[in-house]
T-cell receptor, first 116, second 111 residues
Framework: AQKVTQAQTEISVVEKEDVTLDCVYE???????LFWYKQPPSGELVFLIR??????QNEISGRYSWNFQKSTSSFNFTITASQVVDSAVYFC?????????????FGIGTKLQVIP | DTAVSQTPKYLVTQMGNDKSIKCEQN?????MYWYKQDSKKFLKIMFS???????INETVPNRFSPKSPDKAHLNLHINSLELGDSAVYFC??????????FGSGTRLTVV
């Protein structure tokens, strides 16, 4: 069975600080996908990134960066120079391989509060 | 033009009633899903349909019944609503393993 652990339930930072959200996963599949989603206070779920198990390159998108390390089964998310608009719940998720569909298991989420 | 649309956005109803939530996607995706998000923000999959075929059916009370008339629609019907059914229900769609596109959610409150 697959599992996603987000050990940090809530984090508060002051604006412009960097913050890293941790994600550790468990799976028996050799092919799998990892995701991060953002849920702002308005409630919608916004897709941020997908990473497959064969691609361990780190990814940077503006102030966001992701560090995927298979050796430690981690897929951490860093926000650089945080802003108030980054305040949200962030979900890490894992997808097992399927026949063209996917069953995505979500972590419990990390609530990030950026204080002005 | 909304990619995954759910209606209604809010639903307040009394215990024992039957209600439906509708979901439509215009992305041409083959697979659609229903997730439940409880008060602690935990997201749990309920059902998934791939080209109108039920492929994921998690441990959900049989008061919940999904219906997919075509691959662009996946509705959720709930019979005999209970207080514990209060949650936000998210519809999503996907193609292959490209990640989900979620609807905006339906906040169901059972009183």
């Amino acid at each position: 069975a697959q599992k996603v652990t987000q050990a940090q339930t809530e984090i508060s930072v002051v604006e412009k600080e960097d913050v890293t959200l941790d994600c550790v996963y468990e799976t028996r599949d050799t092919t799998y996908y990892l995701f991060w989603y953002k849920q702002p206070p308005s409630g919608e779920l916004v897709f941020l990134i997908r990473r497959n198990s064969f691609d361990e390159q780190n990814e940077i998108s503006g102030r966001y960066s992701w560090n995927f390390q298979k050796s430690t089964s981690s897929f951490n998310f860093t926000i650089t120079a945080s802003q108030v608009v980054d305040s949200a719940v962030y979900f890490c998720a894992l997808s097992e391989a399927g026949r063209g569909y996917q069953k995505v298991t979500f972590g419990i989420g990390t609530k990030l509060q950026v204080i002005p | 033009d909304t990619a995954v649309s759910q209606t209604p956005k809010y639903l307040v109803t009394q215990m024992g009633n039957d209600k439906s939530i509708k979901c439509e996607q215009n992305l041409g995706h083959d697979t659609m899903y229903w997730y439940k998000q409880d008060s602690k923000k935990f997201l749990k999959i309920m059902f998934s349909y791939n080209n109108k075929e039920l492929i994921i059916n998690e441990t959900v009370p049989n008061r919940f019944s999904p219906k997919s008339p075509d691959k662009a629609h996946l509705n959720l019907h709930i019979n005999s609503l209970e207080l514990g059914d209060s949650a936000v229900y998210f519809c999503a769609s996907s193609q292959d393993r490209n990640g989900y596109t979620f609807g905006s959610g339906t906040r169901l409150t059972v009183v």
